[in-house]
């Protein structure tokens, strides 16, 4: 007869998640971003009690991955839609450098779109004329549409952002000539 081996201790820490579920403290996620650090892997993603993170390599200086299309283009699914409106003045220490521009930026982080559909129109583009309330594209987070509407009226002089760019809070989107 064989002598039983005894499974190793396990390094998971004591939680309330539900069973099959892995529950990470700070020393394990600071021990995950070493090893991902060390080795050669560019990004790590990982969703474990109802919490998904993702780590990669790089900085603001690498550039966003390009998404690549696997299979034939589907419609998007209905998704709520959630109207946000941009705040009316930038941050003080964003002021334009044209006092006739006012810049539209993000009011959440999140995936910005130009269009309500992935071949469809953009909602605007440079040289349109644009008035209160009108939107001017979708900022996705966490699977919610969020249309981001204009708060001046005016002529768009630019789209500062790329579509599907990831954009992060109070980020310019868009420079409009206030008339």
Known sequence: ?????????????????????????????????????????????????????????????????????????????????????APAQPPAEEKSEDPGIHHITSPIV??????????????????DFVKPGQTLCIVEAMKLMNEIECDVAGEVVAVLVENGQPVEYGERLFAVRVR
Request: aromatic letters at 4%; glycine letters at 10%; charged letters at 20%.
């Open 1 to 85: 007869m064989s002598p039983v081996k005894k499974p190793a201790p396990s390094r998971a820490l004591p939680s309330k998640a539900p069973a099959g579920t892995v529950a990470l403290g700070l020393e394990d996620i600071k021990a995950l971003i070493g090893l991902v650090a060390r080795e050669p892997i560019d990004e790590f993603e990982m969703e474990t009690g109802g919490v998904k993170f993702r780590i990669r390599k790089g900085g603001a200086d690498a550039p966003a991955p390009v998404p690549q299309v696997l299979a034939p283009a589907m419609p998007l699914p209905a998704m709520p839609t959630h109207t946000l409106v």
């Open 110 to 127: 999140g995936t910005y779109y130009r269009s309500p559909t992935p071949n469809g129109p953009s909602y605007v583009q440079p040289g």
